[in-house]
């Protein structure tokens, strides 16, 4: 069951999404509709996990983690939370979970940072920062709706400029909501295989990918790409001659170098294979470079990284 977002009480929208839920099904229920494994997941510890529709392809991603209290928290700091409490609140039936939106009282914001990864830090109940075992480190910032200063802590100098958030995104090669977690991909081509848990039982998706596993079917892979001239409009197919090789998902000026670029793709392994440099749909070239690949749990994946 759903609560009302605080959203709609405080007055205005914050950046992120935080939902906090309760009921002792909960875990229960995220194992069973996400993709990686949660029943074991301990007090103070921070997982992963994603959301897929029948076909593998992705719907959401959050960070998930258990406070002292018992409460599940989810959150991601490029997503809104409302969107995902309905997700979720669609597969509960009888179970116990009650789900609150807390987006509206407390913003997220995404840092690199040295904060442990697969751990949450909190404050009487609250949580102050999560991170997953790989990822930034999300950040939970109250905000305080009459006051234009608690919303500048969020938007202002704790979370830096949205431009400076991407550019630090695709340095570090990391997917997000509406560039690359969006259902054209699935987990593997997005580079988020790891939060995939292929031997925990069913969830939705789980078949699609166990095939692309096991057949070594996945074609394309998260890849960092760098051009020159003007910053390309996103999503951009990308053509080599007449042979369509993928997607550019993310891109941005390359403050470091006029007149040049940097983003993410999600390329066809072949054309990356081929000396890493490609034309795109302009006739310029650009420059391709692999990113590690995060392998799903449960399932030997034979792909070279």
Same mark, same amino acid.
């Given at each position: 069951? @759903?609560?009302?977002?605080?959203?709609?009480?405080?007055?205005?929208? @914050?950046?992120?999404?935080?939902?906090?839920?309760?009921?002792?099904?909960?875990?229960?229920?995220?194992?069973?509709?996400? @993709?990686?494994?949660?029943?074991?997941?301990?007090?103070?510890?921070?997982?992963?996990?994603?959301?897929?529709?029948?076909?593998?392809?992705?719907?959401?991603?959050?960070?998930?983690?258990?406070?002292?209290?018992?409460?599940?928290?989810?959150?991601?700091?490029?997503?809104?939370?409302? @969107?995902?409490?309905?997700?979720?609140?669609?597969?509960?039936?009888?179970?116990?979970?009650?789900?609150?939106?807390?987006?509206?009282?407390?913003?997220?914001?995404?840092?690199?940072?040295?904060?442990?990864?697969?751990?949450?830090?909190?404050?009487?109940?609250?949580?102050?920062?999560?991170?997953?075992?790989?990822?930034?480190?999300?950040?939970?910032?109250?905000?305080?709706?009459?006051?234009?200063?608690?919303?500048?802590?969020?938007?202002?100098?704790?979370?830096?400029?949205?431009?400076?958030?991407?550019?630090?995104?695709?340095?570090?090669?990391?997917?997000?909501?509406?560039?690359?977690?969006?259902?054209?991909?699935?987990?593997?081509?997005?580079?988020?295989?790891?939060?995939?848990?292929?031997?925990?039982?069913?969830?939705?998706?789980?078949?699609?990918?166990?095939?692309?596993?096991?057949?070594?079917?996945?074609?394309?892979?998260?890849?960092?790409?760098?051009?020159?001239?003007?910053?390309?409009?996103?999503?951009?197919?990308?053509?080599?001659?007449?042979?369509?090789?993928?997607?550019?998902?993310?891109?941005?000026?390359?403050?470091?170098?006029?007149?040049?670029?940097?983003?993410?793709?999600?390329?066809?392994?072949?054309?990356?294979?081929?000396?890493?440099?490609?034309?795109?749909?302009?006739?310029?070239?650009?420059?391709?470079?692999?990113?590690?690949?995060?392998?799903?749990?449960?399932?030997?994946?034979?792909?070279?990284?």
């Amino acid at each position: 069951m @759903t609560e009302p977002s605080e959203s709609t009480l405080a007055g205005p929208v @914050t950046r992120g999404g935080l939902l906090a839920l309760r009921g002792r099904d909960v875990l229960e229920v995220l194992h069973r509709v996400s @993709t990686n494994a949660l029943l074991d997941l301990a007090v103070g510890e921070a997982r992963g996990t994603l959301w897929c529709d029948f076909r593998g392809r992705l719907q959401h991603r959050a960070v998930v983690a258990r406070g002292s209290d018992g409460t599940v928290w989810l959150a991601r700091d490029d997503a809104d939370g409302a @969107t995902l409490a309905a997700f979720i609140d669609k597969h509960v039936f009888r179970e116990d979970v009650q789900i609150s939106d807390r987006s509206g009282a407390l913003g997220v914001s995404a840092e690199w940072s040295d904060h442990a990864h697969g751990t949450l830090l909190e404050r009487d109940g609250v949580p102050l920062s999560m991170r997953a075992a790989r990822g930034p480190e999300l950040r939970v910032i109250p905000i305080d709706a009459e006051s234009p200063r608690g919303m500048g802590a969020l938007f202002g100098a704790a979370s830096g400029s949205a431009k400076l958030d991407h550019v630090v995104r695709i340095a570090h090669g990391w997917p997000a909501h509406g560039h690359e977690i969006v259902e054209a991909f699935h987990p593997l081509e997005a580079n988020l295989g790891d939060e995939v848990h292929l031997d925990k039982g069913c969830f939705t998706g789980q078949e699609t990918l166990q095939r692309l596993v096991t057949y070594g079917s996945v074609r394309r892979r998260l890849v960092r790409v760098a051009g020159n001239g003007m910053t390309p409009i996103t999503p951009l197919e990308l053509q080599s001659g007449d042979q369509r090789i993928g997607v550019l998902t993310s891109a941005i000026a390359d403050s470091s170098a006029s007149g040049s670029w940097r983003g993410l793709a999600i390329l066809k392994h072949e054309a990356i294979g081929h000396g890493s440099v490609a034309a795109g749909a302009d006739g310029e070239a650009m420059r391709f470079e692999r990113l590690p690949l995060a392998r799903p749990a449960g399932r030997p994946w034979a792909i070279e990284d």
